[in-house]
T-cell receptor, first 117, second 114 residues
């Protein structure tokens, strides 16, 4: 079990550029989550996939953000036309399904730290 | 609404005990506790379900009072390795859209010194 992995670990970009992050969940986990974490705050939910279906999106996820999980395995999060306010740690988590979809343990990856100059 | 954690920060000497509280304005189904060290991923500690259960994990235990919509994390005989920021994530009993999200508090920074 290699855990949740994310790539890259760090990204520095200029305002207006597009960036893409990748998340590989734990292999048997079919649920995948994206969070954003800023300094001094807890993780904030962005979006959630069950297999390849994107089931929930937060109001934090503006039109510039798009997430995909094309084959139900790895996921990508793209931010278009980055702004300085997008600077944050982007965390991915995955969970193993329980029959009644409650109280699943989410295992987090190491995150991608984004800095927009 | 995110849960409120208290205290915001605490400094302990090795061997001392601490309690971290997590309070929500919503009826809760579960509370999830994580520890995060600087620059690292949040690490899962334990999950508590409604029913007022209490759990233990080595010298770290927690309780959940669903009537008060509160959970507390107890750290006894603290070790240097306990240093980090502790987050509670809450899952509400509401069953509509977005109900299965975890909503995290702002965290409690725990520093254990020799």
């Amino acid at each position: 079990d290699t855990g949740v992995s994310q790539d890259p670990r760090h990204k520095i970009t200029k305002r207006g550029q597009n960036v893409t992050f990748r998340c590989d969940p734990i292999s048997e986990h079919n649920r995948l989550y994206w969070y954003r974490q800023t300094l001094g705050q807890g993780p904030e939910f962005l979006t959630y996939f069950q297999n390849e279906a994107q089931l929930e999106k937060s109001r934090l996820l503006s039109d510039r953000f798009s997430a995909e999980r094309p084959k139900g395995s790895f996921s990508t999060l793209e931010i278009q036309r980055t702004e300085q306010g997008d600077s944050a740690m982007y965390l991915c988590a995955s969970s193993f399904p329980r029959g009644y979809r409650r109280a699943e343990t989410q295992y987090f990856g190491p995150g991608t730290r984004l800095l927009v100059l | 609404q995110q849960p409120v954690q208290s205290p915001q920060a605490v400094i302990l000497r090795e061997g001392e005990d601490a309690v971290i509280n997590c309070s929500s304005s919503k009826a809760l189904y579960s509370v999830h506790w994580y520890r995060q060290k600087h620059g690292e991923a949040p690490v899962f500690l334990m999950i508590l379900l409604k029913g007022g259960e209490q759990k233990g994990h080595e010298k770290i235990s927690a309780s959940f009072n669903e009537k008060k919509q509160q959970s507390s994390l107890y750290l006894t005989a603290s070790q240097l390795s306990y240093s980090g920021t502790y987050f509670c994530g809450t899952e509400s009993t509401y069953s509509g859209a977005g109900s299965y999200q975890l909503t995290f508090g702002k965290g409690t920074k725990l520093s254990v010194i020799p």
